[in-house]
């Protein structure tokens, strides 16, 4: 008699978390279900990107780099690479900042990423990189929603819808926004009900409803092995 008490105790507060758990539930299922939809990699906009072969440093390079005035103190990386189709010094300072110097024998700093050298890179690396509909610049201190990186970067807004992000440092793809990564991005946000910077993965409200959501499980789980009582009638209607 005791057990039936605790299962009908049971199955009350199953239906009462039900209650409470059941849209949290069908809003992780259906946003899962939204992620998983596409691949990661289509997520995030490989499809859109070109294949480039990877330039060689040519002989000799690079050059020793004649350091401006503070004979190189306060940097904390320095490496050197190709770019449009010469090898170019980058110098990352202590603050984030990032400086382009010619890796040749002149060392000469090179001027900041304009918008004619950045629209001209995006064509060529990008799937309809040639058919833009706008370009901003973004400060670091407030960079677009769909970027969320405190760095000065170039919206390159397409036709397709597709937003490419180039560095303002560098002149190098940051990213790739699609349509549907803002589409992963809202379920995101559902997904771990933080609409607001969709990057908080650990607050109260979550935590309570899938502590919550387990234990109406759990409940449910249990109530498995509930023994049912026979109806009327069940019995004796043999044909």
Same mark, same amino acid.
């Given at each position: 008699m005791?057990?039936?008490r605790?299962?009908?105790?049971?199955?009350?507060?199953?239906?009462?978390?039900?209650?409470?758990?059941?849209?949290?539930?069908?809003?992780?299922?259906?946003?899962?279900l939204? =992620?998983?939809?596409?691949?990661?990699?289509?997520?995030?906009?490989?499809?859109?990107?070109? &294949?480039?072969?990877?330039? *060689?440093l040519?002989?000799?390079?690079?050059?020793? *780099?004649?350091?401006?005035?503070?004979?190189g103190?306060?940097?904390?990386?320095?490496?050197?690479?190709?770019?449009?189709g010469?090898?170019?010094?980058?110098?990352?300072?202590?603050?984030?900042?990032? &400086?382009?110097?010619?890796?040749?024998?002149?060392?000469a700093?090179?001027?900041?990423i304009?918008?004619?050298?950045?629209r001209?890179?995006?064509?060529e690396?990008?799937?309809g990189?040639?058919?833009?509909?706008?370009v901003?610049?973004?400060?670091?201190?407030?960079?677009?929603?769909?970027?969320?990186?405190?760095?000065?970067?170039?919206?390159?807004?397409?036709?397709?819808?597709?937003?490419?992000?180039?560095?303002?440092?560098?002149?190098?793809?940051?990213?790739?926004?699609?349509r549907?990564?803002?589409?992963?991005?809202v379920?995101?946000?559902?997904?771990?009900?933080?609409?607001?910077?969709? &990057?908080d993965?650990?607050?109260?409200?979550?935590?309570?409803?899938?502590?919550?959501?387990?234990?109406g499980? *759990?409940?449910?789980?249990? *109530? =498995?092995?509930?023994?049912?009582?026979?109806?009327?009638?069940?019995?004796?209607?043999?044909?």
């Open positions: 005791g057990h039936q605790t299962m009908r105790r049971f199955a009350k507060w199953h239906v009462w978390l039900g209650w409470l758990v059941g849209l949290p539930i069908l809003m992780w299922t259906v946003t899962g939204v =992620m998983v939809a596409r691949p990661i990699e289509y997520v995030h906009g490989d499809q859109l990107r070109k &294949e480039v072969s990877a330039a *060689l040519p002989p000799g390079n690079p050059a020793p *780099l004649p350091f401006p005035a503070n004979g103190a306060g940097y904390t990386e320095m490496r050197v690479a190709m770019q449009d010469r090898p170019v010094w980058f110098l990352t300072t202590a603050h984030g900042e990032i &400086e382009r110097y010619a890796a040749d024998s002149t060392g700093p090179l001027s900041p304009d918008e004619d050298w950045m001209r890179m995006v064509a690396r990008i799937v990189g040639d058919r833009v509909e706008s901003r610049r973004f400060p670091a201190d407030d960079p677009p929603f769909d970027f969320r990186r405190s760095v000065p970067v170039w919206q390159v807004a397409l036709e397709d819808g597709a937003h490419v992000y180039v560095d303002a440092r560098t002149g190098k793809i940051a990213a790739v926004r699609t549907f990564w803002r589409v992963f991005d379920m995101w946000g559902l997904h771990i009900m933080d609409l607001q910077s969709r &990057e993965t650990s607050h109260p409200v979550l935590i309570l409803f899938a502590t919550l959501g387990v234990a499980s *759990l409940l449910g789980c249990v *109530l =498995m092995f509930r023994r049912r009582r026979a109806r009327p009638g069940a019995k004796g209607t043999a044909a």
